[in-house]
């Protein structure tokens, strides 16, 4: 079964709106961690966020917040405010307390950011 | 700021030549890893080592092998390329002392073409 799944192959936002990237995750450690990584077409993975399973507040970082909502298994990416630089690939990944420092990524959705 | 690097961002190579890719991390991290990155597939784990001369087999190690001499020096051997490694591979690595929340961070990538 998939750990990390991203439903959403691409998505489009207004230059200037928030934006929703979906993620849903599977796992039945009781601990475990949750990232955001965003690759633009350069290549390079860029670490964006990270969110635990026991932290009692949504994580926020500048521009970037994650919507943790742990009954319904899911770690979305929000984006506000979204700039032009945001267009790239945004990939979700999890580690477990027993996965020996692993991480396990989704496929991926392509954000295009509009003028 | 980590820095990881690679030695090549594109090769080319032909069927059942040994290939190397290198990766260099500087700052001291214990952990590194070996990814491939297919469309649609997202990050797979070929191989991770948590100590200089050990590894441990990720989720695809098939065709694969690698070598950690240093510790900030890892490894990854094709010893007979085929044309289904034809992928981009990315090089992570990790501070392997914060569990869960371990962040990876990544080269640029490679991308390899076999003919």
């Known amino acids: 079964a998939q750990k990390i799944t991203q439903t959403q192959p691409g998505m489009f936002v207004q230059e200037k709106e928030a934006v929703t990237l979906d993620c849903t995750y599977d796992?039945?450690?009781?601990?475990?961690?949750l990232f955001w990584y965003k690759q633009p077409s350069s290549g390079e993975m860029i670490f964006l966020i990270y969110?635990?399973?026991?932290?009692?507040q949504n994580a926020t970082e500048g521009r970037y917040s994650l919507n943790f909502q742990k009954a319904r298994k899911s770690a979305n990416l929000v984006i506000s405010a979204s700039q032009l630089g945001d267009s790239a690939m945004y990939f979700c990944a999890m580690s477990e307390i027993t996965g020996a420092n692993n991480l396990f990524f989704g496929t991926g959705t392509r954000l295009t950011v509009i003028p | 700021d980590v820095k990881v690097t690679q030695s090549s961002r594109y090769l080319v190579k032909r069927t059942g030549e040994k290939v190397f890719l290198e990766c260099v991390q500087d700052m001291d991290h214990e952990n590194m890893f070996w990814y491939r990155q297919d469309p649609g597939l997202g990050l797979r784990l070929i191989y991770f080592?948590?100590?200089?001369?050990?590894?441990e087999k990720g989720d695809i190690p098939e065709g694969y092998s690698v070598s950690r001499e240093k510790k900030e020096r890892f490894s990854l051997i094709l010893e007979s390329a085929s044309t289904n490694q034809t992928s981009m591979y990315l090089c992570?690595?990790?501070?392997?002392?914060?569990?869960?929340?371990?962040?990876?961070?990544f080269g640029p990538g490679t991308r390899l073409t076999v003919l």
């Open positions: 796992t039945s450690d009781p601990s475990y961690g």
């Open positions: 969110q635990g399973s026991y932290d009692q």
């Open positions: 992570a690595s990790s501070f392997g002392t914060s569990g869960m929340k371990d962040t990876q961070y």
């Open positions: 080592s948590y100590d200089v001369k050990m590894k």
